[in-house]
């Protein structure tokens, strides 16, 4: 079994910074794509940061500059710096895992679209 866990949400004041981890458990071996969504009240999900298992990334233009995805293979872990908080910022944020290998009882799977719990980012005064 596979599970994103996310951690790093939290209250942080406009122009502050915060930093999100999620980190895939379970006996992995392969993990292609990984991203932060997010979903406001009243508002549709949507891509706020991707990076490929090559390390390339994408933004959503409303974060480009401000926030930097980032992932540690080794530690199955995916991050988000997020910098310069503004108050349209806030929401629920999630992370995904798009395509993701792993073994059980030494059987190898893939499995598609993962996403973590998700956590708060709220920013206020």
Same mark, same amino acid.
């Given at each position: 079994? @596979?599970? $994103? %866990?996310? &951690? *790093? !949400?939290?209250?942080?004041?406009?122009?502050?910074?915060?930093?999100?981890?999620?980190?895939?458990?379970?006996?992995?071996?392969?993990?292609?794509?990984?991203?932060?969504?997010?979903?406001?009240?009243?508002?549709?999900?949507?891509? @706020?940061? $991707? %990076?490929? &298992? *090559? !390390?390339?990334?994408?933004?959503?233009?409303?974060?480009?500059?401000?926030?930097?995805?980032?992932?540690?293979?080794?530690?199955?872990?995916?991050?988000?710096?997020?910098?310069?908080?503004?108050?349209?910022?806030?929401?629920?944020?999630?992370?995904?895992?798009?395509?993701? !290998?792993?073994?059980?009882?030494?059987?190898?799977?893939?499995?598609?679209?993962?996403?973590?719990?998700?956590?708060?980012?709220?920013?206020?005064?």
């Amino acid at each position: 079994q @596979v599970q $994103l %866990v996310e &951690s *790093g !949400g939290g209250l942080v004041q406009p122009g502050g910074s915060l930093r999100l981890s999620c980190a895939a458990s379970g006996t992995i071996f392969l993990i292609d794509a990984m991203a932060w969504y997010r979903q406001a009240p009243g508002r549709q999900r949507e891509l @706020v940061a $991707l %990076v490929t &298992s *090559g !390390g390339t990334t994408n933004y959503a233009d409303s974060v480009k500059g401000r926030f930097t995805i980032s992932r540690d293979n080794a530690k199955n872990t995916v991050y988000l710096q997020m910098n310069n908080l503004k108050p349209e910022d806030a929401a629920v944020y999630y992370c995904n895992a798009d395509k993701v !290998g792993y073994y059980e009882e030494s059987v190898p799977f893939y499995g598609y679209d993962y996403w973590g719990q998700g956590t708060q980012v709220t920013v206020s005064l």
